[in-house]
């Protein structure tokens, strides 16, 4: 079965930074391999709706993000190890939440929950003032 297990969050300071990885397994259960799919990180504070935050096209590489992450947030990924990351710098009490990592071969619009299949069960990042 296909599985997403995130990791890498946890609690820091205003300004500060933390790594998320992704480890993806089970792809071949869907007749795809990772390079096949587009990739992405979500997040979803209490009582709010979850929203993109970063998306990369694991073949060509190209990336997206939510305006509020540019310049502070990179998704990077690597192939060999069908891994997925992302480096969160600069962080403010407003990216508190849980990050979930998702998954899937057709997407048309990258950051919107709704595209994804698969999902990690998340990893919450709590960033305090």
């Known amino acids: 079965q296909v599985q997403l297990v995130e990791s890498g969050g946890g609690s820091v300071q205003t300004g500060g930074s933390l790594r998320l990885s992704c480890a993806t397994s089970?792809?071949?259960?869907?007749?795809?391999?990772?390079?096949?799919?587009?990739m992405a990180w979500f997040r979803q504070a209490p009582g709010k709706e979850r929203e993109g935050v970063a998306a990369i096209n694991a073949a060509a590489g190209t990336t997206s993000y939510a305006g509020f992450v540019k310049g502070r947030f990179t998704i990077s990924q690597d192939n060999a190890k069908n891994t997925l990351y992302l480096q969160m710098n600069s962080l403010k009490p407003e990216d508190t939440g849980m990050y979930y990592c998702?998954?899937?071969?057709?997407?048309?619009?990258?950051?919107?929950?709704?595209?994804?299949?698969?999902w990690g069960q998340g990893t919450q990042v709590t960033v305090s003032s």
């Open positions: 998702a998954a899937d071969t057709t997407v048309s619009y990258p950051l919107r929950h709704q595209q994804y299949t698969y």
């Open positions: 089970g792809l071949s259960y869907t007749g795809f391999t990772y390079s096949d799919m587009h």
